[in-house]
């Protein structure tokens, strides 16, 4: 069983050398791979992977076609400016495809993850001749997956899997006694601006978390320009998450004095700690409002937009 390391209690220059020890003799004098995402966890330990390796740690952005817009250009120029060198790696073919006709949501957690480390990174590992891929692992995502809550696309040891045996490299998950409050005290530590360790989390599935039924490339762009709104909006708050997620079900809406089937968007904005539990944001109406407008307005075939009022738990900071 894991051991929590708490945020409160954490020291940061002793966590980050004990790491940079382990990672180093996990390595030895080969290289790895680092997944960068852009979110707080990927980019604390890219910056935790590069103090231990330097330039034998490959960091690699996949563009899975389910990023926020412009993700890949601005998480390369972010970290370019920190010195560290980002390669972008085009696989959106090989994510919509696996996706295709998949609606369950553990089943199209699990296409995301094949996909992810055996298609994608397994290639890139090959290529490469790295043994190891470096992760941003948290122990929040070890948590809910081994309690069923849902299975997240990056835990493996917990449930009895081999990386080595399935995907033929080895995972290094500096991270995975943390919490997302420690992740972020350990982000500024490693020289992260704010801009980077004060984001929003953002789920491993990425948007396809975020679309109820298949995930297709015109389903993921209109929740994709919904998250634009929502994102915009609400950026000065204090919550620790806000998200746009697409319904499936169709609903009858008017445009133009004609009746229209349109669809739905459900906006969530939570307050939290570390995502172990979560109450919706008391926004003000004035607020809704505003962003319920700018969704019907620059979002096409949305013609319904809810806010979610119920707490986690029973429902989830993400729908699938």
């Not at 899997?161 to 998950?173: C, H, N, T, V």
């Not at 809406?253 to 906006?267: A, I, K, L, P, T």
């Not at 607020?287 to 096409?300: C, F, M, N, T, W």
Request: hydrophobic residues 40%; contains cysteine.
């Amino acid at each position: 069983m894991l051991k929590e390391i708490k945020a409160a209690e954490m020291d940061c220059e002793k966590f980050i050398a004990e790491q940079v020890r382990e990672i180093r003799a996990a390595v030895g004098d080969g290289t790895a791979i680092n997944a960068l995402s852009g979110g707080v966890d990927s980019s604390t330990v890219t910056m935790l992977g590069h103090r231990a390796l330097g330039r034998r740690l490959r960091t690699v952005f996949v563009e899975n076609g389910l990023m926020r817009r412009n993700e890949a250009r601005r998480v390369r120029d972010l970290f370019g400016a920190l010195g560290v060198e980002v390669e972008v790696v085009d696989a959106r073919d090989d994510f919509f495809s696996a996706l295709t006709g998949v609606t369950d949501p553990e089943q199209k957690r699990e296409a995301i993850t094949q996909t992810f480390y055996k298609k994608v990174f397994g290639r890139i590992v090959r290529e490469s001749g790295a043994r190891h891929l470096l992760q941003g692992t948290i122990l929040t995502d070890v948590d809910e997956t081994v309690a069923g809550i849902k299975r997240q696309h990056n835990v493996f040891a917990q449930l009895g899997i081999d990386p080595q045996a399935a995907f033929g490299y080895a995972i290094l998950e500096p991270l995975v006694q943390l919490r997302k409050d420690g992740v972020r005290k350990l982000g500024r530590a490693l020289g992260l601006s704010e801009e980077l360790f004060a984001r929003i989390p953002f789920p491993g599935p990425a948007l396809a978390a975020r679309v109820i039924g298949e995930a297709t490339p015109e389903r993921v762009e209109t929740v994709r320009a919904a998250t634009e709104v929502v994102e915009e909006a609400l950026a000065g708050t204090p919550a620790f998450q806000y998200l746009a997620i697409l319904h499936e079900d169709r609903v009858t809406g008017m445009r133009d004095n004609q009746r229209q089937f349109g669809q739905q968007v459900e906006v969530r904005c939570w307050d939290s700690v570390d995502a172990r539990t979560a109450t919706p944001t008391r926004l003000s109406f004035d607020v809704l409002e505003r962003i319920a407008a700018g969704i019907l307005k620059r979002v096409p075939g949305v013609v319904s937009v809810t806010y979610n009022i119920a707490p986690k738990p029973p429902s989830t900071i993400e729908a699938v």
